[in-house]
């Protein structure tokens, strides 16, 4: 028989080797994800408390902490729009014990930060899509508006006069307004608050404000405000008596602000999915149910892979947005 001359193992070895490689590391992934989790979880908020994005989160996470088997702890790290909370995860160890509250802002940090310490596509994989919410139109009752058709005459009537409050360029009050803003096809003053905005709304010092409805409890029934709108397809059943901005006219003024859980990138897929699979379980307890509807929140049944279609979406649609708004990077 002849020897090998160059020292090889036969193909056939070589190739058995690589399947039992392959074999060792599914198994091993597979004992992690079933031990898993062994210790708690550290959730980072990017945002400050009582924030729509913090708020649906705690509902949730409540619930998926006594499923889980360990805690599930939000830990707030507000900063810079966003950014620092999410370069503290993207930098964190791929583990699945560091995971970070994901919104509909991570696309607007892109727009607005021309050098972020993260890419917030490739260094994250999203893992739970936790709901989608819209946004109310509100204005001073001072205003005399009593429609969506009101405020768009007034403001064609004196271009560049009437004004909207933000918490913020680029957070979802903005991008709500510029949405509609440019539905409408109106010319109307942005002015940005980071608090104060709705105040100046119900002075009537400024004339219209996009409110995300899980944060907007304290304007659903204020003496002051009037709600025109809400920006989704169809009413919400917290506002039955106040039009969507299709029934409004304007169909491509829909906006709805959505939160999830995403984790460090290269995060062991079945850790991920075993994440996923009891948030899912949490939002499915009654209760949790109940408190969502209260906050105007849809839950998003859906899979780890259409999560990630639908951040991939939305992240495109939300630069567009902002290209079409005109919206330029701050730093």
């Excluded at 945002?47 to 902490?65: E, H, I, N, W």
């Excluded at 939160?259 to 991920?272: C, I, M, R, W, Y």
Aim: hydrophobic share 45%; glycine share 6%; aromatic share 6%.
């Amino acid at each position: 028989m002849r020897a090998h001359r160059h020292g090889n193992p036969p193909k056939s070895i070589a190739t058995c080797g690589l399947a039992l490689v392959a074999s060792l590391v599914a198994f091993v992934s597979v004992a992690q994800a079933q031990q898993f989790p062994t210790h708690p979880i550290r959730i980072i908020s990017p945002y400050p408390a009582g924030s729509a994005s913090d708020t649906v989160t705690r509902v949730v996470v409540d619930q998926a902490s006594q499923l889980m088997g360990q805690p599930m702890v939000i830990e707030l790290r507000p900063g810079a729009g966003g950014s620092i909370g999410f370069a503290t995860v993207a930098h964190a160890d791929p583990d699945g014990y560091m995971l970070v509250t994901s919104s509909s802002s991570m696309a607007t940090e892109k727009v607005l930060h021309s050098h972020l310490a993260y890419d917030a596509v490739k260094d994250f994989v999203p893992v739970v899509l936790l709901g989608t919410s819209p946004s109310i139109l509100v204005v001073s009752k001072k205003s005399g508006f009593k429609t969506v058709a009101d405020l768009v005459a007034a403001a064609k009537a004196k271009p560049g006069t009437i004004t909207f409050a933000s918490a913020g360029v680029g957070s979802s009050s903005h991008m709500a307004a510029e949405r509609f803003r440019l539905a409408a096809d109106i010319n109307v003053r942005h002015v940005p608050f980071r608090e104060g905005g709705l105040t100046e709304v119900m002075a009537g010092r400024i004339d219209f404000y996009f409110i995300p409805l899980a944060a907007a409890a304290s304007a659903l029934h204020n003496e002051n405000l009037v709600v025109l709108a809400v920006s989704s397809p169809k009413r919400s059943p917290l506002l039955p008596n106040v039009p969507s901005v299709v029934e409004a006219g304007y169909p491509k003024a829909i906006f709805r602000f959505w939160n999830g859980l995403s984790a460090p990138a290269k995060t062991p897929p079945d850790v991920v999915k075993k994440i996923h699979d009891v948030t899912e379980k949490a939002m499915e307890v009654p209760a949790v149910q109940q408190k969502l509807a209260q906050l105007g929140v849809e839950p998003s049944h859906i899979s780890v892979a259409d999560f990630a279609k639908f951040f991939n979406d939305d992240f495109k649609a939300t630069l567009d947005l902002a290209k079409q708004a005109n919206l330029q990077p701050v730093d």
